[in-house]
T-cell receptor, first 121, second 111 residues
């Protein structure tokens, strides 16, 4: 399972409150990702990290921030939760060669955590 | 913008049938394509990874093919079993580890 643990697994929170989800990995992988999964949209990338303090935005980053102060932990924060952020959140790591669009680079393989079901009421 | 489509959205078959799930993508500039399985309320389990230079990969009763030039991949499941019932997702990688997913095919295998 690539040693990925997400916490909490379930959370109900009120609109307007901040929420932090944690992803912890035990195998020292550099690349980590946060996705959300919604009916009709599938999985979409929120933010990603290529190393400690090296993070960037994905497709649906509005309303979210991330931090990575240690290799093993990648935190996703909803700054002020809204009902549209009700979703299932997945953390992933990827394993493989290289970074960026280098000629001859092969792709990476992704492994996912068990997910966090977040409900904003 | 890359778009990934999976057909059919849902499939119900009797046990023992061989079946094919389809995945298509609009931009052939990919590094790899990965097939996942997702059980209800669970995370994604990696099934097969096909690098862009490869044509197919096999694992047990599963065989995945990739035709990058036409933007297509298929997942072949031989001798289906009720335990194969799940949602199957395909995803393409265009930049380091960042995946673009299809919406999945939900498979039900009836005993």
């Amino acid at each position: 399972d690539a040693g990925i643990t997400q916490s909490p697994r379930h959370k109900v929170t009120e609109t307007g409150t901040p929420v932090t989800l944690r992803c912890h990995q035990t195998e020292n992988h550099r690349y980590m990702y946060w996705y959300r999964q919604d009916p009709g949209h599938g999985l979409r990338l929120i933010h990603y990290s290529y190393g400690v303090k090296d993070t960037d935005k994905g497709e649906v980053s509005d309303g979210y921030s991330v931090s990575r102060s240690k290799t093993e932990d990648f935190l996703l924060t909803l700054e002020s939760a809204t009902s549209s952020q009700t979703s299932v959140y997945f953390c992933a790591i990827s394993v493989g060669s290289g970074r960026g669009r280098m000629k001859g680079r092969t792709g990476t393989e992704a492994f996912f955590g068990q997910g966090t079901r977040l409900t904003v009421v | 913008k890359q778009e990934v489509t999976q057909i059919p959205a849902a499939l119900s078959v009797p046990e023992g049938e061989n079946l094919v799930l389809n995945c298509s993508f609009t931009d052939s500039a990919i590094y790899n394509l990965q097939w996942f399985r997702q059980d209800p309320g669970k995370g994604l389990t990696s099934l097969l990874l096909i690098q862009s230079s490869q044509r197919e990969q096999t694992s047990g009763r599963l065989n995945a093919s990739l035709d990058k030039s036409s933007g297509r991949s298929t997942l072949y499941i031989a001798a289906s079993q009720p335990g194969d019932s799940a949602t199957y997702l395909c995803a393409v990688e265009q930049d380091t580890g960042k995946l673009i997913f299809g919406q999945g095919t939900t498979l039900q295998v009836k005993p």
